[in-house]
Every structure is written in structure tokens, then in C-alpha cells.
């Protein structure tokens, strides 16, 4: 019974990594964004225009980079 129970563990680890959100890695960039209100701005017009186009749009954030925000 221990098998089955350590091999299911197992199981849904590799699950977990193989279909979880790559959202760990973005948080540090996403606080940043968000904390800037002119970035925050663009970035929340562009996810509405987005939505409203169904095109890719670029903003270009207050450190100089490029953000991508596609349908």
C-alpha cells in the first residue's frame, strides 16, 4: 500500500510541474508593473484594448522594456 501511496505522490508532482502556471517566475515583474501607476495604466489599456481587438499589443514600460500583451 506505502507503494501506491509514494507513487501517487510522485504522480501528482509531475503533474503539478509539467501543467501549473509559470506565475512564480512573473511575480517579482508583475509587482513591479503594478506598483508604477503609469505602467499599471498602460498596461491595463492595453489589456482592454486587447480584448476589444482580439490583436497584439506592445507597451512600452518605464524601464525602457517592452511588454507583449496578446490575445
Known amino acids: 500500500m506505502s507503494a501506491l501511496k509514494i507513487l501517487s ?3 501528482s508532482k509531475i503533474f503539478y ?3 501549473s502556471p509559470d506565475s512564480n517566475q512573473l511575480n517579482n515583474e508583475f509587482e513591479d508593473i503594478m506598483s508604477n501607476e503609469t505602467d499599471k495604466k498602460k498596461y491595463m ?3 482592454k484594448n486587447v480584448k476589444k481587438t482580439n490583436k497584439e499589443q506592445r507597451v512600452k514600460l518605464s524601464s525602457g522594456e517592452t511588454l507583449v500583451v496578446a490575445p
Request: proline share 0%.
Open 9 to 11: 505522490d510522485y504522480t
Open 17 to 19: 510541474l509539467l501543467f
Open 45 to 47: 489599456e492595453a489589456i
